[in-house]
């Protein structure tokens, strides 16, 4: 089946001619202009990605974005105009997946929306899919998991986690490059019904640092991103 990928883009020209372009490489495309009816079609659960317009009428990308990200981890594309709006999409650690200014390179973006949802069904694979069978490794640079059997693994050597720390490392290898502020994780990890304190994620991220990274001092996977929180790098 086709995959399908929204366009929330208010600018006709643009979007007809994203359209066309994702139509020719296989994918089905569907477009809206308005971004409240935008954010109710992104957590229908009918899209496999978002191309997402940062200014819209109704309500913004950034809104929409952050609104989607409550509850949904479609991999999402923005759409910025301007410089500043990409800054603001990668300093805000919204979620989004990668992001286009304008004006762009349409073969370009498309070639971005294959990687990216490569990406994501290899991801998605870890918990659902073949991946989560006994046995199956997944790797990320010198960093590997086993979901199923909850182990790690880090230059060759098996790695102790604890629980938590395990899902930590999962929650960051699902979403790399993605800013998680310590509320997100703590949220992600421990559940909103845990009545416990957001400093606990420093805590751990320091314990999984000291398990993982070569130089804890210097971390080259988990990044602190000053202000926000932190981010899984690509090796
Ligand atoms: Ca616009």
Redesign the pocket.
Known sequence: MARTILVV???PQIASLLTDYLSIAGFEAKTLADGRDALAAALSGEFDLVLL?A??PGMDGFEILARMRESCETPVIMLTALREDADKVRGLGLGADDYVTKPFSPSELVARVRNRLDRYARLTNLTTGPEAEPGRWMADGDVEINVASKRARCRGAEVTLTAKEFELLVAFMRNPDRVFTKDDLYAKVWGSDHFGDVSTVAVHIRRLREKIERDPANPSRIETVWGMGYRWKLP
Request: proline residues 0%; without cysteine; hydrophobic residues 35%.
């Open positions: 883009e208010d600018e317009d200014m819209l």
